[in-house]
């Protein structure tokens, strides 16, 4: 699997905007771009993923770079349960492909 | 739709016991499903990827005589950890991926388990 590389943690304020960074310099060009997210002793969820397009949905709003090789997930308004630990990941268009987690961003919501 | 769960949420068992955790796909089918374990603080480890019907494929470093993996239905796989330890201590987590063509994978809310 290609690397993808995120800020350890991140803060934000409640109520507001949040983009989480991530670069993937080395993406291929049929790798896909997904996010998921863990809250504190759940397993991880999906939250949204995207090939070139911005993409956005119910959670999220995915905004991918012109050349792919770094997008950013924006949460539009922060809530105290959007504390969680945030993956980035690139995955091959196969939907038998496994998913290999880095450490991902931990996103602290401060009241 | 796309629910995983696991059975059980929550287990306490001796050195030396084994412990069989289940993963169920409650909405759909699952052609795969994989088995991670996570230490505190830390990222989700791969432990292993199984396919209905076949031999699961273990990641580097995972013990196949230890950590049994069956995936006898296409809704049913379950890790047995076996002559358990204090170190096998950890929170385990299995996905799953549908035959939808999507390759999204959806979590299962984890065990814990504890080994005294």
């Known amino acids: 699997d290609a690397k993808t590389t995120q800020p350890n943690s991140m803060e934000s304020n409640e109520e507001e905007p949040v983009h989480l960074p991530c670069n993937h310099s080395t993406i291929s060009g049929t790798d896909y771009i997904h996010w998921y997210r863990q809250l504190p002793s759940q397993g991880p969820e999906y939250v949204i993923h995207g090939l070139t397009s911005n993409v956005n949905n119910r959670m999220a709003s995915l905004a991918i770079a012109e050349d792919r090789k770094s997008s950013t997930l924006i949460l539009h308004r922060a809530t105290l349960r959007d504390a969680a630990v945030y993956y980035c990941?690139?995955?091959?268009?196969?939907?038998?492909?496994?998913?290999?987690f880095g450490k991902g961003t931990r996103l602290h919501i401060l009241p | 739709g796309a629910v995983v769960s696991q059975h059980p949420s929550r287990v306490i068992c001796k050195s030396g016991t084994s412990v069989k955790i289940e993963c169920r796909s409650l909405d759909f089918q699952a052609t795969t499903m994989f088995w991670y374990r996570q230490f505190p603080k830390q990222s989700l480890m791969l432990m292993a990827t199984s396919n209905e019907g076949s031999k699961a494929t273990y990641e580097q470093g995972v013990e196949k005589d230890k950590f049994l993996i069956n995936h006898a239905s296409l809704t049913l796989s379950t890790l047995t950890v076996t002559s358990a330890h204090p170190e096998d201590s950890s929170f385990y987590i299995c996905?799953?991926?549908?035959?939808?063509?999507?390759?999204?994978?959806?979590f299962g809310p984890g065990t814990r388990l504890t080994v005294l």
């Open positions: 990941i690139l995955r091959a268009p196969n939907r038998d492909d496994k998913i290999i």
């Open positions: 996905s799953a991926t549908g035959v939808t063509g999507t390759d999204t994978q959806y």
